[in-house]
């Protein structure tokens, strides 16, 4: 029988789950699911709010003027393609957290807004 050695919970079938952010062990209960990256058969988790927050700044910190500059009036950001830019191209993601994609989404939309605001004033 399996132990999660961060919350305690017990189970035949416990699934143990390493925070991708602090290297932690969790368990599937405990942690957050990031996404999954189909090709090298993963799911991504992280095992606490300030760990998922690092992981939106991570991605956010990541995102340069020069990538915002094609999408600058698109309808869609391609928040796949920041998230691909931080965890490396060769991490296709699939099925991102819905709370993940949104708050990334959101903050890539402040970093685009204010790319504008800085653009209308030259
Ligand atoms: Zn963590
Ligand atoms: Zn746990």
């Not at 919350?7 to 932690?24: P, Q, W």
């Not at 988790?45 to 009036?73: G, R």
């Not at 991490?91 to 708050?103: A, D, G, S």
């Amino acid at each position: 029988m399996g132990k999660c050695p961060n919350c305690g919970s017990k189970g035949l079938f416990l699934k143990t789950v390493a925070c991708r952010i602090c290297g932690k062990e969790g368990c599937t209960n405990c942690s957050t699911y990031l996404f999954a990256v189909p090709l090298k058969k993963e799911a991504w988790y992280c095992h606490t709010t300030p760990c998922f927050e690092l992981f939106v700044k991570k991605v956010t910190d990541n995102i340069s003027p020069e990538d915002m500059q094609q999408s600058l009036y698109a309808r869609r950001l391609p928040v796949y393609g920041f998230i691909h830019k931080t965890i490396g191209w060769d991490n296709q993601i699939e099925n991102p957290n819905p709370e993940l994609f949104k708050r990334l989404t959101v903050e890539a939309e402040n970093i685009r807004d204010a790319l504008r605001a800085n653009k209308s004033r030259t």
